[in-house]
């Protein structure tokens, strides 16, 4: 196992390790400390949770330490850029204690404050800034701030950025930057603007791929009911009325789907609140206490606001749509069966998203089964909105064919009986080596490096 003393960091870095009580690099900073170290560009996806904060931390104040030389006024020699204000006060705590020992300048520079004690902090130049992209490039075309000494920028949460739009404002700044410098990028997912963004600014950077949190998937009963999209509200109401055993969270691609769900859900009779990058804040948190509470019983909710739901005893995961990005399912369906329960991920997919199933299944190495006939290509009707009814049939070709019989296997959990759906993926491991590797619970990652994404 690789240890922190391994890494070539300095000895004052590796003081700051000890004293926050880090005995062992976790597996994202095993690989992007000494790719960062290398002077490689990074294409990093992991989650919050992961240690990443620190992966791309340390080695920027390594970097620093052997640099030894000062920014100049209103300069800085490191950019790292997040996408809300909570996050760029964290990482900038997170560097303060790890360069406990050195002698590092660091400047937050966020919107919704007075920008006076920024300008004065940014005036004499400072080693790193941490900014969310508004009030930084608000201060770049003020003279305040320039970065053409900028050596290495880092991209926090970039899925994030996308979904809060910061997407121009990203490009500009760093088309501000010069061309020689390290560019690293960490999201939780792959979406493809963030493709074509690494593929736009980054020069040969080596990717890596780590589990988000390693989850019990075996407990998450998965399965597909083919739906018709006109017939998806009445589905999931249906759905949701049966489903008596606890809190529910449904996905939707769009915020304005989920408004229109949850308030679909309101008039019939359901408690539901959505929470997605349009809420505010003080909404997202009242919405969220509501549903720790149990007074509302399901949240529905875009990929990006579900990231701080950290709710223990969620029993049902409905994708209402299907996630373009297929790892988001996981991430998606990991919302339930935490803490030891077991959970149902019931997934509602029309004949448009048939694409998007098929990358999911080949993500988890496993075919998912369906509740009901796939829709013949030109949609024909769904007969009736009852789960109860719904005919299940055996789909005729599955990816895996290892294991037992399914058919043999019980289903377990709070799975179908509430809900009546055919649900045999429950309680089958083997069919689910895909989904546990990519959640790390056989301790593998991926890390395909070098790889070639595209020249800056
Ligand atoms: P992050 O993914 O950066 O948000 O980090 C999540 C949490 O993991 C933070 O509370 C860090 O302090 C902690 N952490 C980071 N690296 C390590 C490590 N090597 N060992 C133990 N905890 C860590």
Redesign the pocket.
Known sequence: MIKFTDLALAESLLRAIEI???????PI?ADVIPAMLAGHDVLGI?????????SFVLPLLQKIVEDGQKPGAKKCHTLIMAPTRELAAQIGE?IHNYAKFLNVSVAVVVGGVKPKAQIKALASGVDIVVATPGRLLDHMNEGVVGLDQTRSVVLDEADQMLDLGFMPTIRKIISRLPKKRQTVMMSATMPPPIRKLAADFQSNPVEIAVAAVSKPIERIAQSVRHVPAANKRIVLTEILSQDKSGRAIVFTRTKRGADKVSRHLEGAGLTAAAIHGNKSQSQRERALASFRAGRTSILVATDIAARGIDVDDVSLVVNYELPNVPESYVHRIGRTARAGRSGNAISLCDVAEQGCLRDIEKLIGNRLESANDPLPANGAPFAAPDAGSAKFSRPKKTHNRQGPKRGNRKPKGADGNALKTKDRTAGSTEPLAGLNRMLGNTGSRKQNKPSQIGKR
């Open positions: 926050e009580g880090y005995t062992t690099p976790t900073q992991a989650q919050t949770g992961t240690g990443k904060t620190a997170n």
